[in-house]
């Protein structure tokens, strides 16, 4: 049975475009997270796999069946919402009886699917109790209780995580993977966080302008990410640009940039041609020296940033472009000195 | 010897603090004094004043002249059948005004709530019947119920086709026997604005996505009013009761200018019939003795709300 299924997906709002076209094929059971910027389109996409909101055109399968213009409840999915939403006047358990209230499961399978839900989840001891008198966590839990009872094809999740705090939000990643991975449910996760996505993601589609940037697995996403946006999106601290114009000179091709060339692999090359204008490098791929050596490019040291096991240097050009550096405890460096920056080339994207 | 004289400064320092140091309850008391004093000074002389007239029998013929009755005034009003049938109109025309106030103020919060263009006018538009005077609006509804000229008598002939001089008949609502649930629907007219901006801003607080948390869940309307839209509205609404409970109960100057008590005494409230008994027929014992059956209602009924209602909302 294949998960879920996106074919052509438009959505506007009068003649402001949300989603401009999207396909995607989610496999039965993979949890999939959607990234991107607020104001991307991503919540959007989520409300129309839901029916809460109406596409403009596409179609929309979950689990083989056409539900396009299908009611919510027709859709055979369960969804949590943004900081978790309940009912605020009921308790967790109303909550969690909710969901079933008006479907058609009888009064002993629904009992059996809740006594269920509160084991797996653990939430017991909170069933009396309204959302208000409930930590984050609880209710998160509580929300996902609910969520599950409905035995749904897909769950859909509208950044559940983010009202959090982020000691809170470490701690529950892994049991919502973990709990996805039990359950084998097909999962659509929207957030704009990408440490949940990298982490939580069996693909992660990047988001962007109401277009899609990139679906993939974490590493393809980290490792080849298909645009600057996406490059400069996934990763922290967030990849290096050095901005010039890509030529074929003599001597192999170089990014012409204002402190001379930079050398350039063939095979970057070959892919791109002289359509390329930056040169992204990741933090751990540049080295620093006080020495100018050749193709390094120089930078004045403008904060540094202890992690305690490494630092973030923070590089100035002369332009006041950002650099950031990723280097050792005992760099020795100051806020203020003048280095030289040489990137690993073979670890370089071009875009 | 520093030393000491470190440490005696300290201890001087700590009973200053302590000197002026107040409980939060204590802080309260001492802002709301000026108040409760100005209150005490404004209500005792009129309040014990009307104690001491509702145990006296006043007379004016060969002089104005008092003695002491006792309890007499209280006891001829729970005698009279006029008491009792003011009593009844109350009960009808405070629980009609209220339910109507309520529905009709819950109603034009949902309104505004929903309306999306011209917001600003319809808002101001709902405004405007609370800003009227009483008496203003008692003018206008008598205007629009009485006969001849009055929508009632308008509508009837209309509907019957008599559209002539010669054929027309005359048909009052002031003087119906709907004339209780007429001047209720008028006080409710004048209450229901302030109770719907009251509402609307509760509603304001209720976040969209609990609605489509209820199309999830496949709520029918009604489930979705009373698990999204009214749990939010419950203070308001527990409040706004009590207030148009009690305004309504003392209301006189509407009543007395659109229907005067009237026809006969069929709309005469409790509080009409003290103004009656006390200045038209002048006697003021017995106006003053219902003055306070008619105060102990109203903190009994505003009494019973908060412990059959209010009490139990403390706690969401």
């Known amino acids: ?351 | 010897m520093a030393s000491r004289a470190e440490a005696r400064i300290q201890n001087e320092a700590k009973l200053a603090l302590k000197r002026i140091e107040l409980s939060n309850r204590q802080f309260a008391m001492l802002l709301a004094l000026p108040v409760i004093l100005f209150l005490v000074m404004v209500m005792a002389y009129p309040m014990g004043y009307a104690i001491w007239l509702s145990m006296q029998e006043v007379s004016f013929f060969g002089g104005f002249r008092t003695s002491f009755v006792g309890i007499e005034n209280y006891r001829e009003a729970l005698y009279s059948d006029n008491f009792w049938w003011s009593v009844r109109v109350t009960v009808q025309f405070v629980s009609v005004s209220v339910v109507l106030a309520m529905l009709i103020g819950l109603g034009l919060a949902l309104l505004m709530h929903r309306v999306r263009r011209g917001r600003a006018l319809l808002g101001t538009i709902i405004i405007l019947p609370w800003s009227m005077s009483l008496y203003g609006a008692g003018v206008m509804w008598q205007y629009l119920a009485r006969g001849q000229s009055g929508v009632a008598s308008s509508l009837i002939n209309r509907m019957l086709g008599r559209t002539t001089p010669d054929t027309a008949v005359e048909y009052s609502l002031i003087s119906s026997e709907q004339i209780v649930n007429l001047l209720a629907l008028g006080n409710a007219w004048n209450l229901a604005p302030l109770v719907a901006f009251f509402l609307l801003a509760n509603l304001k607080t209720i976040p969209e996505r609990l609605y489509d948390l209820a199309r999830v869940d496949r709520l029918n309307i009604w489930q979705r009013f009373l698990n999204v839209t009214l749990p939010p509205l419950q203070y308001t609404l527990f409040v706004f009761t009590t207030i148009t409970l009690i305004l309504s109960m003392k209301l006189l100057d509407f009543i007395f200018v659109m229907s005067a008590g009237g026809p006969g005494d069929a709309s005469a409230t409790l509080t009409f019939r003290l103004f009656d008994l006390a200045f038209r027929q002048s006697n003021y014992g017995l106006s003053a003795a219902i003055s306070f059956y008619l105060l102990f209602l109203i903190i009994g009924s505003a009494l019973a709300l908060f412990f059959f209602w209010g009490r139990r909302l403390e706690d969401t």
């Open chain 1, 1 to 351: 049975m294949s998960g879920i299924e996106i074919t052509n997906l438009r959505k506007s709002f009068g003649n402001v475009k949300a989603i401009e076209e999207m396909t995607l094929t989610i496999p039965n059971g993979v949890f999939c997270v959607i990234l991107g910027p607020s104001g991307c389109g991503k919540s959007t996409m989520l409300n129309c796999v839901a029916g809460l909101e109406d596409v403009t055109s596409g179609t929309i399968k979950i689990g083989g069946r056409d539900v396009t213009n299908l009611p919510p409840h027709a859709r055979d999915i369960a969804m949590v919402f943004q900081s978790s939403l309940l009912y605020p006047h009921l308790t967790a358990l109303q909550n969690v009886r909710m969901s079933l209230k008006n479907s058609d499961t009888g009064a002993v399978e629904a009992k059996r699917r809740i006594d269920h839900a509160v084991g797996i989840l653990e939430i017991a001891s909170v069933l009396d109790k309204k959302p208000g008198a409930m930590s984050g966590g609880q209710r998160q839990r509580v929300a996902m209780a609910k969520a599950i009872v409905r035995n749904p094809t897909a769950f859909l999740m509208d950044e559940p995580l983010a009202a959090l705090d982020a000691a809170l939000r470490q701690s529950l990643r892994p049991e919502l993977a973990a709990l996805q991975r039990q359950l084998g449910t097909t999962t659509i996760f929207v957030t704009h966080d990408q440490v949940e996505a990298m982490t939580l993601g069996d693909l992660i589609v990047v988001m962007n302008d109401g277009r899609v940037e990139q679906i993939g697995t974490p590493d393809e996403i980290y490792n080849n990410p298909a645009t600057k946006f996406v490059a400069a999106f996934i990763g922290s601290p967030p990849m290096n640009f050095f901005e010039g114009q890509v030529e074929d000179l003599n001597n192999g091709p170089a990014l012409r940039t204002q402190y001379g060339p930079i050398a350039i692999p063939r095979h970057l090359f070959d892919r791109m041609g002289g359509r390329a204008h930056s040169l992204g490098v990741r933090p751990q791929h540049i080295d620093i020296n006080r020495t100018k050596t050749d193709g390094s490019i120089p930078g004045t040291v403008f904060a540094i940033e202890n992690l305690g096991k490494e630092s973030v240097i923070i590089l100035h050009d002369t332009a006041g472009h950002d650099y950031r550096v990723l280097v050792g405890p005992d760099h020795g460096y100051s806020v203020g000195e003048s280095t030289y920056m040489c990137p690993d080339l073979s670890q370089a994207h071009l875009f």
